[in-house]
C-alpha cells in the first residue's frame, strides 16, 4: 500500500474553495446572542513552524445577515497550514467575519493550547458605529 498521496482530498478541495456564506437575520430588528465554539483550530507558528492549537470562542450579535456555520467551519479549517501568529491569526478572523456579515456586535477570543509553559489568549472585538 502506498503512502503517496496523487490527487487533492475532496476535504482539502472545500476547504480551498470554502468562503463565508451568509443568509438572511430571521429577526431583523431583534438584539439576540450568537455564540459559536471552535474547538479543533490549528494553525502553524511563524517562527518555529511547530502547529498551535486553540479553541476559537465566536459571539456576536446580526445585523442584516448571519453566518452560515458549514462555511465557518471551512473557514476555520483554512488556517491548518497557514503560518500566522496568535495574534494576527484572531484578528484576521474579526475582519473577515465582520466583512462578511457586518454584525452589530462581534468578540473572537482564541484560547490557545500552552506551548513551553505558555497560555495565550487572544480577544478582540468590534462594534458596528
Known sequence: MSTEKTEVMYGERTIEE???ITFP???PGRKFD???TLPEFTCKCPFS???DFA???LSYIPNEKVVELKAIKLYINSYRDKYISHEESVNQILDDLVDACDPLE???KGDFLPRGNVHTVITVSHTKS
Open 55 to 57: 479553541t476559537i470562542h
Open 34 to 36: 450568537i455564540d459559536i
Open 106 to 108: 462581534m468578540t473572537i
Open 49 to 51: 513552524g511547530y502547529p
Open 18 to 20: 470554502g468562503k463565508l
Open 25 to 27: 437575520n430571521p429577526r
